[in-house]
């Protein structure tokens, strides 16, 4: 069977107001993989889910998404930013947001009929949620309202999902839970999962590849592989202790990074 790319960047670059953002970027994604994307903060990386979303437009360079220009594949594409930027004082059920994620597809002045119900009664299912639909949003536990915002994105049928840092304010035993649901949706659903994160020895364990990201793509392939000795220093610019987690036991990893490499940085 031939390799699909669901993502093919090459050569982006993104300034904005004179100040480099992205330079030079060039990597692909292929279907069904679970790609983490790590890096400092600063390091571009909302902009490049929002490159992909066709909401910021490349200085240069060349971007397709599913063979397509960014933008023209809305339906193929769901995102999950962070809970923290959400009003959670909103009054809005848990059903109304993933009704949400068909708006694009219903368009103005159309209601939902019973097959945009069934998919939002069939999102919830698949995340194990149904039992909250009447729920107000605001009230749920940050592990509950990215539940629902993965519903949301599930709920038109993407074949790609891109995440932006998805367990902020989610403790740990749930956000165990989190990724492993993720992982079952890939090989359930036939989905590429894109996911911003810090938390590097946590999703390193678990994603196909990682992208490590600091203006410029530093590092792009299996974990061991972009977690081998210097590479993390590079892009994060300094002296670099991942915890990793393991089935076993989590263990420290620590890099170290001559600062003379950066002094005028």
Known sequence: MSVINVVEVENLSVRIQGRVILDQVTFSIQSEKFTGLIGPNGAGKTTLLRVLLGVVKPTSGNVRVFGHNPGQTHNLIGYVPQTSRFDTRFPVSVYDVVMMGLYGKLGLGRF????????????????????????????????????TLIARALCAKPRLI??????????????????????GLIHSHNISILLVSHDVGVIASLVDDLICLNQKVFCHGPSPRVLQDGIIGQAYGCETELLMHSHEVPHRVVHHHDRTDNADG
């Not at 299912?125 to 592990?143: C, D, H, P, T, Y």
């Open 162 to 183: 891109m995440m932006d840092e998805p367990t902020t304010g989610v403790d740990a035993p749930s956000q165990d839970r989190f990724y492993e649901m993720l992982k």
């Open 112 to 147: 939902p009929g019973k097959d945009d119900k069934r998919s939002v009664d069939e999102a919830l299912e698949l995340v194990g949620i149904q039992n909250l639909a009447a729920k107000r949003f605001g009230s749920l536990s940050g592990g509950e309202q990215q539940k």
